[in-house]
């Protein structure tokens, strides 16, 4: 079984900048795949950025220029710096693990952009 714990959201005004956190723990293998999603009230769950192990990110066109992820292999670690947020950055940010066909959620954390 594998755990994901989430950490960092919280509520920052438009220009701000946030550091999200999520740990892996449980039966992991290397090759795998790490990244975050958000949703937002009343919209679906959409990509915001992974990467694979050993690969280049992808992010959304939404937040390129704006977000960074980054990755730790040795502690299943994977991080989103989030830079110049806006409003419609405000959402449930959650983390993912994909190994296989196997997918892996973590609970959710808050984000919001607000004056």
Known sequence: QVQ????GGGTVQP???LRLS???SGSIFSRNAMG???QAPGKGRELVARQMYGGL???ADSVKGRFIISRVYANHTVYLQMNNLKP???AV???NLVFGTTNYWGQGTQVTVST
């Open 4 to 7: 994901l714990v989430e950490s």
């Open 15 to 17: 220009g701000g900048s």
């Open 22 to 24: 999520c740990a892996a």
């Open 36 to 38: 975050w999603y958000r």
């Open 57 to 59: 990110p992808n992010y």
């Open 88 to 90: 419609t950055d405000t």
């Open 93 to 95: 940010y959650y983390c």
